[in-house]
């Protein structure tokens, strides 16, 4: 059985990073005449020529990838140029294609060449046809209390697995842009004072844009929150937001609750 050969065009088709532009680029192409006969001739299982590991599978209208995190992507081919249709559409120049070659340049300018497979195990690497995250989402509960000139207040974590794709992107060893997807988390915080509750909110990652750059918080992770200390200006929590696979580039934003219920945020030195 081959090893799986990391996805080398992985392009992620998402809804949520569709625009204006997007549609009229799209509709530029749709108005150039698609080579269907190329696009008949690329369906199949692809495999690179040198080590024979898995690069992809073309099917309809789609290209499908085998490792569990990368989405399929519409494709099209238009004279010598394969297109990737996504949130950022990418072109790459077709060198040679017959029933069983497929050679393209990738961003870097290097060649890629790309064999039909022949062999039918290679099937089994697309049996899997929903992406799972790498991170595996993992409900997180913690109960504390604490004391401030002594009286106690009763912190609440839970932080919550959702279905919110986080879509980090990144460059293989090809030279190609790769996209992977994740699944991000809502953080519960309930705070109380005796009986009576404090502070109550989920908290997603958008109500960190204020104090995280907008291009790092759309490919992070909200991964946790974590109580660190309380003094006279309140309770103070650390969120971590991380960017998935890179675990030294993240932003830790201390969250602080004040005796009087409110919510601040400022950014760790």
Not at 55 to 80: E, H, L, N
Not at 94 to 109: E, P, Y
Request: proline letters at 3%; one cysteine or more; hydrophobic letters at 40%.
């Amino acid at each position: 059985m081959r090893k799986a050969f990391i996805a080398i065009m992985v392009i992620l088709v998402t809804g949520q990073f569709s625009s204006c532009q997007k549609k009229d680029s799209a509709g530029k192409e749709d108005a150039v005449q698609e080579d269907t006969v190329a696009k008949q001739m690329l369906q199949g299982i692809w495999v690179d020529e040198d080590g024979q590991d898995v690069a992809f599978k073309a099917q309809g209208d789609s290209i499908f990838y085998p490792d569990s995190t990368s989405q399929p992507v519409r494709f099209q081919i238009f004279g010598d140029t394969l297109v990737l249709h996504s949130a950022s559409d990418v072109k790459y120049p077709i060198l040679k294609q017959t029933k069983n070659l497929f050679i393209f340049r990738n961003q870097n300018g290097d060649e890629v060449k790309l064999v039909l497979s022949e062999d039918a195990n290679d099937a089994d690497f697309f049996l899997s046809k929903r992406p799972q995250a790498l991170n595996q989402g993992v409900l997180i509960k913690r109960d504390t209390v604490v004391k401030f000139q002594d009286k106690p207040y009763h912190c609440y974590i839970q932080v919550n697995p959702t279905t919110y794709k986080v879509i980090k992107s990144s460059w293989n060893d090809e030279g190609v842009e790769v996209d992977n997807v994740y699944y991000d988390n809502i953080i519960n915080l309930n705070v109380y004072s005796g009986a009576r509750r404090l502070f109550h909110s989920d908290i997603k990652k958008q109500q960190f844009s204020g104090v995280v750059p907008a291009d790092f918080l759309n490919q992070s992770v909200f991964s946790d929150l974590i109580l660190k200390s309380v003094d006279a200006e309140g309770i103070h929590f650390q969120a971590s937001l991380v960017m998935p696979d890179e675990t030294m580039n993240s932003f830790q934003v201390m969250v602080t609750i004040s005796y009087n219920g409110n919510m601040s945020m400022k950014v760790r030195k």
